[in-house]
């Protein structure tokens, strides 16, 4: 009997004290800093995409723009050759020809720095220790937004395709049918990898240039805008003069109702 009473003690004990603490973590507000953790969480990882985004985008920007010349030289010259092979070759020849030429490159080099190291001439630095250190590797935050960046773009265009092909708006369906009309007769004329070059050319050139004769980039742009409106106030007061006018409503007014008078009762 002792012994279970003693038993049914520390049972009791053990309750009383849970509870306790469950209450005192409650008014704490452990579940919000749980929730707040979680937003916490949320708030980073959208900052984190922001901040790559960010990044890739100021990357892009000092190419197109030239502000490294060495490295913008070097990848527009290897886009637009790359490109070019591509008319006569293969893009499995080219890309092995392009290994080619690198190894062709870095073999003698290391070659080179391995005879210093056996003549004891040199302390046996890799000379490309920079590239090999160089961290490639993506965060599990990374990628989960670049595939999600992915994911919403192939949403995004599914979703306008379908749009288009089933004539949700009969303008933009026009437009489209209109669009998909030229392109036979540009794929006619030209072929894709000409157009991709085209863009390449014109995406490392039309920026420069633009930076270079802003003045009077901008100047013919006000002189074409003021012919347009122009045109367009011609074409307008044309219509105005042309079309027929309105016929002129009737302005009779209606005749007032007659008051009829009550006989009166005798």
Known sequence: MCVCESSQGVSNTQLKLGWAGLILLTVLGWPKKARGTGQQWRLEEERGASRTTAEMATK???????RNM???GV???GLVIGL???FQLSAITVLS???LGIMCITFPVCLYYKLLEVLHWSSGFHPFQSYLDFDSSLTDKDTVVLVEELVLLMAFAVTEIKRL????NIIDSIKFVLLLYLLTYVGIETNGLTLIMSAVIALFSFPLLYKKQQVRIRRAVRAVRAVEKKMRSMFTSLYESVRPSAAPEATTKP????IKQKAKSK
């Open 60 to 66: 892009l920007m000092d190419l197109v723009y030239w």
């Open 70 to 72: 060495r490295r913008t």
């Open 75 to 77: 990848v527009f010259t």
């Open 84 to 86: 070019a092979s591509l």
């Open 97 to 99: 020809h392009v290994l």
């Open 165 to 168: 092909l089933f004539i949700e």
């Open 255 to 258: 005749a007032p109702p007659a």
